[in-house]
């Protein structure tokens, strides 16, 4: 009995009154024409317990199938044939915030203390060690959000205490907190598959950065090549490519994994530069040094002159809209367009004109023209260095 179907379509497997109604021709065709095989009669109902039995064969084989196909599998199922190809899903990662605590005199707060985003008593943060206090003052602190994913604490907004210890005063973030990821999507992970596939291969640049990104904790590289015999106006040497990578101001990636996925990848006669090192290991086991750089974060000061009415949301929303817009737009590298960050303040609700913006590396910036990043460097807009004033 064959009622499955496999061709350029797939895999079709038959309905369980299919398989009984089959059972049923198969006993009269090789046992005797005249059996009776209702569903009332004491075979019928034999039939159809092994009908739905051999129904569940078929599925469990049909998942099996669709295992193999990254545009079918689910879950865990679709992560596991994801790394066949080389491709590692993103994690989930929970947002992390530095925090100053008031603490009196010998006090020690607890790993585990809880505090929570001004009107936000939902968005928890966690202190991740203990923190002793000599004297009476402010102590620097590492917080994690108790819940992974887009976690958001912008600057001066996580100072409510939830779980209040003796001489535990006060709270605050001085800094936007680096925000986290969900785990990726399966609709997401099979177009960022493809795309890998699609750039790896042959040495170049781009599949040399499409397999760096899949190291874990990385977020995006920018990848530049001198073909000629001389250094270019980057500092890159004759012969040469340079890698810069972004992993987030806590340097998530490994530099042991950056470099495997250049070596692995890299073409003959053309070497890696960079100002940060890490160490792959060939088919020989045999150690080689692999150069990269990674992007160092530049403070940046932006003011905005605007215009509003009863619409307008408030200078802590603008100022978010634009911290989101940056953290997509600011690649290393990319440099701080005045025009692009106009455009998203007009495009808030109650935000009537931008009359100026004025960007600068410095408190109390002048320069109305965009501002040069290097290759090297990565534009930090945190909305501390954001002011909106409003005539």
Known sequence: MT??????????????????????????????????????????????????????????????YEYFDPWSAEGI??????TLSGYVRKKAKASTVVCLVG????????????????????NVWVLDADVE???AGDYESNWTAKEVGEQRANAGTLT????????????????DAAVGNLEESDSSARVNREEQLQKAGGATPGGIRSQIDSVVGVISVQDYENTSLLPDINGLPGKSFEMVVWDGVDQAADNNEIAQAIWDSRAGGIEPFGNTSGIAIDSEN?????????????????????????????????????????????????????????????????VTNVFQIRLGFAVSPTLTADLEIAIRERAEIDTSRIAIFVP
């Open 133 to 135: 206090s000599v004297a």
């Open 286 to 350: 045999v150690s080689h040094t692999m150069y990269f750089s990674r992007a160092v974060g530049r403070d940046v000061w932006l003011e905005l002159d605007i215009s509003t009415n009863e619409d307008y949301g408030g200078d802590s929303l603008l100022k978010e809209a634009i911290k989101i817009e940056a953290s997509k737009a600011q690649l290393p590298g990319v440099d701080v367009i005045s025009a692009l960050y106009s455009k998203v303040a007009m495009l808030q609700p109650g």
């Open 77 to 82: 199922f679709l992560t596991n044939i994801l």
């Open 3 to 64: 009622l499955a179907v496999f061709d350029e379509t797939g895999l079709t497997i038959p309905t369980a009154t299919q398989i009984i109604d089959q059972i049923g021709q198969d006993q009269r065709d090789n046992i005797d024409q005249g059996l009776i095989t209702d569903e009332t009669e004491p075979l019928g109902q034999l039939n159809g317990i092994t009908g739905n039995d051999t129904r569940r064969v078929y599925e469990l084989v049909q998942t099996l």
């Open 103 to 122: 603490l009196d005199a010998t006090t020690t707060l607890a790993a585990g203390s809880e505090a929570y985003v001004i009107n936000e008593p939902e």
């Open 160 to 175: 409510e205490i939830a779980t209040p210890s003796p001489g535990w005063n006060t709270i605050t973030n001085p800094l």
